[in-house]
């Protein structure tokens, strides 16, 4: 899905999607749906679906972003080296399709892995385990 035309794009996503998804831009803090969901389930992709982060990695970072320790599997997402903002930072993409999700901070937990996937509501749709 990494060839979708940008047109096919717009008609899928909302706006503000959009602008997170595929113009990589950053929602409020603590303005997102999931910051504060504590439900078992699964958070995939809002663009394509593919599962991305395991309810069983989320953790409290009280940055006002959907926090997570570890990727559901690392071959899910994708990592790239970004500059821009004059930050040194690490984006975090969906391998499947190449919707913008968020940065990976190395200050998570020490119990677990130290690292600290930041990640916008907008970017995942949440599906609860039945
Ligand atoms: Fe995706």
């Known amino acids: 899905m990494q060839n979708k035309s940008e047109e096919y794009w717009k ?15 950053t929602e ?23 599962p991305l982060f395991s309810s069983d990695t989320k953790f409290e970072s009280g ?3 959907p926090s997570f320790d570890q990727p559901v599997n690392r071959e899910n997402v994708e990592l790239h080296e970004d500059g821009s903002f004059f930050m040194k930072r690490t984006e975090v993409t969906c391998k499947n399709c190449g919707a913008h999700l968020g940065h ?21 749709n949440f599906k609860a385990k039945e």
């Open 104 to 124: 990976v901070f190395p200050d998570g937990p020490k119990e677990t892995t130290g690292e600290r996937y930041c990640i916008n509501s907008c970017s995942l």
């Open 63 to 65: 940055s006002g972003w």
């Open 11 to 25: 008609e899928k996503l909302t706006p503000e999607q959009y602008h997170i998804l595929r113009e990589k831009g």
């Open 28 to 50: 409020p803090a603590f303005t997102g749906k999931y910051v504060d969901n504590h439900e078992s389930g699964m958070y995939e992709c809002a663009a394509c679906g593919h």
